[in-house]
């Protein structure tokens, strides 16, 4: 079976990004611990669905996708002052080790909406966090092989996601 629209996809990878002039591991799945998706559901990158579109089961890949194709660009408007005291608790304390420089955090904003935020500096009335995505400006190198590609159930499809091994349990 081909991977198209409506098929549940299994992949083993290895996602590599260039830092300094040497390829850094950002993460890895293999045969026992997939990454599964549902193709065509708008869950993944579109520009890693077109390289994998047409493969088989057992088809190596290996591709890169631009910035532009993967997180994007930075933005300087994503790098902000948050106040110190918003990390502070109830008695105005900081837990230890929490303000770290390069520590990623989940923030909420006034919405409640959940972002992730680098610490780029603590400073003794702020703290600038960036609110980019982390793989912001990277280019993105994808080595791997289709384990297992099956049609998408009837549920998978309306829910938008997988089920079952690899996927989300309700």
């Not at 629209?5 to 002039?21: A, F, H, M, P, Q």
């Not at 088809?59 to 660009?73: C, H, I, N, R, T």
């Amino acid at each position: 079976m081909i991977i198209e629209n409506g098929t549940v996809v299994t992949l083993s990878y290895r996602l590599t990004i260039d830092e300094k002039g040497s390829q850094v591991q950002v993460e890895q799945t293999d045969a026992q611990h997939p990454f599964v998706f549902l193709f065509g559901a708008r869950n993944v990158l579109p520009a890693f669905e077109q390289n994998l579109s047409g493969k088989n089961a057992g088809d190596a890949f290996d591709f890169f996708l631009s910035p532009e194709e993967g997180y994007g660009k930075s933005d300087p408007q994503n790098v902000t002052e948050v106040p110190i005291d918003v990390f502070h608790d109830k008695e105005g304390k900081t837990e230890e080790n929490l303000l770290v420089i390069g520590r990623v955090l989940a923030m909420k904003d006034q919405d409640g909406r959940t972002f992730q935020g680098t610490i780029k500096d603590v400073r003794p009335e702020n703290v600038l966090m960036d609110f980019n995505h982390p793989l912001a400006d990277k280019r993105l190198h994808f080595i791997g092989e289709v384990v297992d590609v099956r049609s998408a159930t009837p549920e998978e499809l309306q829910h938008g996601h997988v089920h079952g091994a690899g996927g989300h349990h309700h």
